[in-house]
């Protein structure tokens, strides 16, 4: 009988297998980062006129809590004019419950703003606490899907007679606009 053969297999050297590792990682690092830069969007931040507001950097929370109400209820204030013929009174929009007008705890948090119609062409909100919100303007046209909203925070305004661009700025009327050119979250100011 022959005697038994031992083999002796000794483990093959880890420094391969980790360098292998390596290159994957670092090839893996130079993809991800030429895909990074080659799909690079520039930011183009477009500023606004200094009559005018930007409703997402430029507003308290109050104010913009108010805009946004305004914009929604843009809408069923166009569809109850094709009904009536005529634009609806501040305390129709009420008792239907549409914010802003609807005195409620929203509103009176938000400056208590009293509401009245101007020449059947605008809406003017009246601030009872113009620390909190200004007073707000937003005029209609009869084919306007776009809301033209205007704000003053002076404590002593009053009910604008000529709702022209040139009278409102004049008085120190700012309108305020929304852009949409770059999400707030990448809002970068130096």
Same mark, same amino acid.
């Given at each position: 009988?022959?005697?038994?053969? @031992?083999?002796? =297999?000794? *483990?093959?050297? +880890?420094?391969?297998?980790?360098?292998? =590792?390596?290159? %994957?990682?670092?090839? /893996?690092?130079? =993809?991800?980062?030429?895909?990074?830069?080659?799909?690079?969007?520039?930011?183009?931040?477009?500023?606004?006129?200094?009559?005018?507001?930007?409703?997402?950097?430029?507003?308290?929370?109050?104010?913009?809590?108010?805009?946004?109400?305004?914009? =929604? @209820?843009?809408?069923?204030?166009?569809?109850?004019?094709?009904?009536?013929?005529? %634009?609806?009174?501040?305390? +129709?929009?009420?008792?239907?419950?549409?914010? *802003?007008?609807?005195?409620? +705890?929203?509103?009176?948090?938000?400056?208590?703003?009293?509401?009245?119609?101007?020449?059947? #062409?605008?809406?003017?909100?009246?601030?009872?606490? *113009?620390?909190?919100?200004?007073?707000?303007?937003?005029?209609?046209?009869?084919?306007?899907? +776009?809301?033209? /909203?205007?704000?003053?925070?002076? #404590? @002593? /305004?009053?009910?604008?007679?000529?709702? @022209?661009?040139?009278?409102?700025?004049?008085?120190?009327?700012?309108?305020?606009?929304?852009?949409?050119?770059?999400?707030?979250?990448?809002?970068?100011?130096?």
């Amino acid at each position: 009988m022959s005697s038994p053969t @031992t083999q002796v =297999v000794r *483990p093959a050297g +880890a420094g391969h297998e980790t360098l292998y =590792v390596l290159l %994957l990682c670092l090839m /893996i690092l130079v =993809v991800a980062g030429s895909v990074v830069t080659w799909r690079h969007e520039s930011q183009d931040v477009s500023s606004v006129s200094s009559h005018q507001l930007d409703a997402r950097r430029d507003l308290s929370a109050s104010e913009q809590g108010i805009y946004a109400d305004l914009r =929604v @209820t843009l809408d069923e204030i166009h569809l109850l004019r094709r009904e009536q013929q005529t %634009l609806p009174t501040p305390e +129709a929009l009420a008792d239907e419950g549409f914010a *802003p007008f609807a005195q409620d +705890a929203s509103s009176v948090s938000r400056g208590g703003h009293a509401w009245q119609l101007l020449d059947a #062409k605008a809406y003017f909100g009246q601030s009872q606490t *113009p620390t909190v919100a200004g007073s707000f303007l937003m005029r209609l046209t009869a084919g306007d899907d +776009a809301p033209d /909203i205007w704000l003053s925070r002076d #404590k @002593t /305004i009053i009910a604008p007679r000529d709702l @022209t661009d040139a009278a409102l700025e004049s008085a120190g009327w700012q309108q305020i606009v929304a852009q949409f050119d770059a999400g707030v979250t990448r809002q970068h100011r130096h």
